[in-house]
């Protein structure tokens, strides 16, 4: 099991920016895919990015151009930067590792509020 604990969140008006942080217990290295989802109240968590082992990327459409998911190989963390917030990205964000199809891990979770 991975243990992830986000950091980063907070309350910040529409057009700003938010950087997202996750730690992990194990090397970067070892887990497949790391991503970043969202839930917003009332909806399913849904995808936000994930990167994998090899750097390879992949954005919801509603964040395209706005974000940005990177790894920290030497810190074991992975970074989401979202600029350009707006209201519909308030939701809790939720770290996961993705080491096999059968094992997934989630952090804790934390909040994002754009005021609008």
């Known amino acids: 099991q991975v243990q992830l604990v986000e950091s980063g969140g907070g309350l910040v008006r529409a057009g700003g920016s938010l950087r997202l942080s996750c730690a992990t217990s194990?090397?970067?290295?070892?887990?497949?895919?790391m991503g970043w989802y969202r839930q917003a109240p009332g909806k399913q968590r849904e995808l936000v990015a994930e990167?994998?082992?090899?750097?390879?990327?992949n954005y919801a459409d509603s964040v395209k151009g706005r974000f940005t998911i990177s790894r920290d190989n030497a810190k074991n963390t992975v970074n989401l930067q979202m600029n350009s917030l707006k209201s519909e990205d308030t939701a809790v964000y939720y770290c996961?590792?993705?080491?096999?199809?059968?094992?997934?891990?989630w952090g804790q979770g934390t909040q994002v509020t754009v005021s609008s």
């Open positions: 990167i994998t082992r090899s750097g390879v990327t």
């Open positions: 996961n590792a993705r080491l096999s199809a059968a094992q997934n891990d």
């Open positions: 194990r090397t970067i290295f070892s887990i497949s895919t």
